[in-house]
């Protein structure tokens, strides 16, 4: 069984184009996706936001003792970087996206953006607040003048009151799914192994299987060898994936993890392998056409389990929660965001177990249609 | 011209192909016309909105009033009391932001000092901008009870400040969002077409019989370069026809309103010229059809992702960006950049324009030359 076992691998490896699609290419799409979504990775992180302070309609030019001025200039806010600036300096910065914004004080307070954007947003929400707490004031001072000392001293008293949760996990960016779903997909490649390796052991698809049945080598050794050594290969690719992702694009980190990680892609390459084993089995259906059948099959997994667009696979578990539990991709990644993102024993276990089972089941279902395979003609 | 018509019947042969690119992209243009609709710009200043969850564990006056208080700003949800069920949410984006009102929330945290947990990104955006909000709920709150004879009439004037707002003003240039999001893909499509299509026809003029046969006719070598190369051309606009048209009808309106749309048209046929060059140099080199299939994925793929076409080019890092200036997906990713989000053409755009335009063109002219001189080389080795 060994011999034949290796004599698949060998076969395997020499197949170029199977290599390439199986091994270099998820390489290329690592590198690519390092080069570009790399550069997402982060890109919701706070930066500081620049802004141009513009004193309007005053005797005097000195943005000092204005008011306004003095409420910006001395927030606790370590992202915003105010600059003191004549109109027409202030307007050429804008103009030359140096600045995001510009406040206007004065008589007539306000504030002048280029663009509609989350940092603009934020810049509004300061003369929001600067604005409320005037009225507020002023409206103390009218309706309970008793009461204003007290209001006055509990704005002095302005404070931050929020505290952001920490997790497990290290990264909450979504931009990684796209690295786990890649990671996915190599595993799901494993599928054209399962599928080659197994016409090449059919008399009725190939005359290498036609021969293995003209000998003395018994059936369940000729589906067993093809089974593992799809699995190995296929195993290998993803370890060699993983170890340039980690290691060499650092695009993620498994320090501490990899066993866990390394679990988790021995059971989704075997639900693959035993997946292109099942599709192999089918019918007497030309080698392209299984072929063609793995691409579509592995394409619509990598698409459901967030590979292209993400927001997929969520809309999927929102309205039929049982693709994700079947689709090897979504069981993929989400046992990767159990272990790397979210720490949740509950759902890797779920996902690998889900893995395994349904791995073990379609190769049962293989080995059943293969088993007693006997041919009158070929 | 026998060469010229042997490339309009191989091009005949494979119109699925053809025709499946374009469905693909028509799907992908349609997608993100439809994801970018709510990012149109609307004229006028508004502020971002963004989802927020919210897990209320006390049910009181002050909890009811902060989320109505958040109403005024962002979309807010009311969130099952579970942290997975939070940090999946907040992970997918289905919320960016999500907030946990604690029991006794208006002694322990509105008069006391305790804060008041957050779930998000850390360190992100949207962690500053929604903590402002909410910090600013709280210090209004803490005055507005100081102020006041009630918590009721408290609570009513702070939701009173939630309508105050500032006077901004917003002054910015034009953007076509639909006619970006819709162009910027335009690349894909010619490289993915084009090298399949195309790469897959020379490929087969590169086979030896073929070749013998066309040498022992009375065709000069010179005369069938030009008819091979007048066919690749002659499909070339077809595509850049049947593409800009596709374009065109997915975001019609914005495009017919575009100042620049002629220059947009200009720009695409710039880049067919590239990828029909680029198409060429994989049809000669390439000896198999596994071997057109792979180059024409690393090159549609490799050019699209480095180039900016994928990811907008501001989004890419300084290495990525100069290694992308060799490819011509990046000068016309530049360009429909300018053409999409500039009204009027400065002199300086305008040269930008040109000079993009240009590189585009130089790029075609240097793998043709290169797929020419292999050409001959090969056939000297015969």
Not at chain 2, 223 to 240: D, K, N, P
Not at chain 2, 266 to 286: E, K, P, R
Request: glycine content about 8%; some cysteine; overall charge negative.
């Amino acid at each position: 069984m060994f011999l034949i076992m290796k004599r698949q691998i060998l076969v395997n490896i020499r197949e170029k184009a199977n290599i390439f699609w199986t091994m270099f290419f998820p390489l290329i799409l690592a590198t690519l996706f390092h080069f570009t979504l790399g550069g997402l990775l982060g890109q919701n992180e706070m930066g500081e936001i620049s802004a141009a302070f513009v004193l309007e309609d005053t005797a005097s030019s000195a943005v000092e003792g204005d008011a306004f001025f003095e409420y910006l200039d001395h927030l606790d806010q370590e992202w915003l970087k105010l600059t003191p600036m004549s109109d027409e300096e202030a307007r050429a910065a804008l103009k030359e996206d140096e600045i995001l914004g510009i406040f206007y004080g004065g008589r007539e307070r306000r504030l002048v953006i280029g663009e509609n954007s989350i940092h603009t947003s934020m810049l509004s929400q300061l003369l929001d607040i600067y604005e409320k707490n005037e009225t507020l004031l002023n409206r103390i001072a009218q309706e309970h003048p008793e009461k204003l000392p007290g209001a006055a001293a509990e704005l002095a008293g302005y404070r931050a009151s929020t505290e952001t949760v920490s997790f497990g996990g290290r990264s909450m960016d979504n931009v990684q799914n796209y690295f786990f779903a890649l990671i996915a997909m190599t595993c799901l490649y494993g599928s054209f192994m399962g599928m080659y390796n197994t016409v090449g052991v059919q008399a009725n698809t190939s005359a290498l299987g036609a021969r293995l049945a003209a000998g003395c080598v018994k059936r369940y050794e000729s589906i067993t060898a093809s089974l593992l050594s799809a699995w190995i290969i296929s195993f290998a690719e993803v370890a060699v994936l993983l170890f340039y992702m980690d290691v060499v694009l650092g695009d993620i980190d498994l320090a501490g993890q990899i066993g866990r990680i390394l679990v988790i892609c021995a059971a989704a390459t075997l639900y693959s392998s035993a997946l292109g084993m099942v599709i192999g089995t089918v019918g007497s259906l030309s080698e392209k056409l299984k072929n063609g059948l793995v691409v579509a099959v592995s394409m619509t997994c990598s698409f459901a389990a967030d590979l292209m667009i993400s927001g997929v696979k969520g809309a999927i578990e929102k309205y039929v929660p049982l693709i994700n539990r079947i689709n090897p991709g979504a069981l993929t990644t989400d046992a990767f965001y159990s272990v790397l993102v979210y720490e949740d024993a509950e759902r890797y276990f779920r996902s690998l177990g889900l893995l395994a089972a349904l791995g073990l089941l379609l190769l049962g279902i293989a080995v059943l249609s293969m088993r007693r395979m006997r041919y009158e003609s070929i | 011209m026998k060469v010229y018509k042997g490339y309009l019947i191989a091009l005949k042969r494979n119109l699925s192909t053809f025709v499946l690119y374009c469905s693909i992209f028509l799907a992908v243009a349609v997608g993100m016309v439809r994801l970018t609709s709510g990012e149109s710009n609307p004229g006028s200043y508004q502020q971002t909105r963004l989802s927020i969850g919210v897990v209320d564990r006390d049910n009181s006056l002050w909890s009811k009033t902060l989320v109505e208080y958040l109403e005024a700003y962002h979309k807010v949800s009311s969130m099952e009391d579970h942290m997975d069920t939070l940090a999946e949410a907040v992970y997918s984006t289905e919320i960016l932001y999500a907030v946990i009102i604690p029991e006794d929330f208006l002694g322990t945290y509105i008069l006391g000092e305790q804060p008041v947990q957050t779930l998000t990104e850390s360190g992100s955006q949207w962690e500053y901008y929604v903590n402002g909000r909410i910090d600013s709920f709280v210090n209004t709150a803490r005055v507005c009870l100081a102020g006041t004879e009630s918590p009721e009439e408290a609570a009513r004037q702070v939701l009173e400040t939630a309508q105050i707002q500032g006077n901004v003003v917003l002054e910015s240039s034009r953007e076509d969002l639909a006619v970006y999001n819709v162009f910027r893909f335009m690349p894909y499509l010619y490289f993915s077409i084009l090298c399949f299509v195309m790469g897959m026809i020379q490929k087969e003029y590169q086979n030896i019989d073929i070749r013998r046969r066309l040498l022992a006719s009375s065709l000069t070598l010179k005369s069938q370069s030009i008819q091979s190369l007048l066919a690749f051309f002659t499909i070339g606009v077809f595509c850049w026809v049947l593409c800009e048209c596709i374009g065109i009808v997915t975001c019609a309106g914005q495009f017919w309103a575009s100042p620049n749309k002629w220059l947009i048209v200009l720009n695409g046929f710039t880049i067919m010229c590239g990828a029909l060059a680029a198409s060429y140099f994989v049809g000669s080199l390439a000896k198999t059809a596994a071997a057109v299939n792979g180059m024409a994925n690393v090159f549609s793929l490799g050019f699209c992702f480095l180039g900016g076409v994928f990811v907008p080019l501001e989004l890419l890092t300084g290495a990525v960006r100069k290694i992308g200036q060799f490819f011509p997906t990046y000068w016309y990713a530049q360009n429909i950049s300018i053409l999409s989000f500039n009204s009027t053409l400065t002199d300086s755009l305008q040269r930008k324009l040109i000079q993009g335009m240009v590189i585009q063109i130089l790029f075609a002219f240097a793998c043709i030359a290169v797929a020419l001189a292999v050409g001959k080389a090969r056939r000297q080795e015969e």
